[in-house]
């Protein structure tokens, strides 16, 4: 299976429980790994012919920019259910992390895999 990845992609959004989480834009740090065959676009040269990673990138800081979740589980989920819906890839593991949430702690954060793995 071949795998197109994106590491460090760092979006200011809302997301926590408490009250003064909710009144300021935090950092998340997202890292993606998605399935994909690249045989073709090796062979064409072609950027149609694969994952385009520039459009994934966009579309997730737009979405992570614009949400206010509770949860990074419920974030993940839904960056999950974007990327295998819009971009047609059958797995996907998605790592979202926030930094500094844990006193004495560099990161926090969830790791989620959706979709079935292609062999």
């Known amino acids: 299976m071949d795998k197109i990845f994106l590491t460090e992609l760092k979006v200011d959004t809302i997301i926590g429980i408490w009250e003064w989480e909710r009144r300021i ?3 998340v ?7 994909a065959d690249i045989a073709k676009a090796a062979a064409t040269d072609e950027v149609a012919d694969t994952l385009n990673y520039k459009s994934v990138a966009k579309r997730i800081q737009d979405f992570v920019a614009d949400s206010s ?3 990074v589980e419920t ?4 960056i999950a259910a974007i990327i295998r819906k819009e971009f ?4 996907v593991r998605v ?4 930094p500094g949430a844990i006193r004495g702690s560099k990161d926090v954060g969830v790791l989620i895999e959706r979709g079935h793995r292609p062999e």
């Not at 740090?29 to 399935?35: A, G, K």
């Not at 790592?95 to 926030?98: E, G, H």
């Open 88 to 91: 047609d890839v059958q797995w």
């Open 29 to 35: 740090v997202i890292d993606l790994e998605m399935s």
């Open 95 to 98: 790592r979202v992390n926030k």
């Open 25 to 27: 834009r935090q950092t």
């Open 75 to 78: 974030l993940a989920e839904k």
């Open 69 to 71: 979740f509770q949860l």
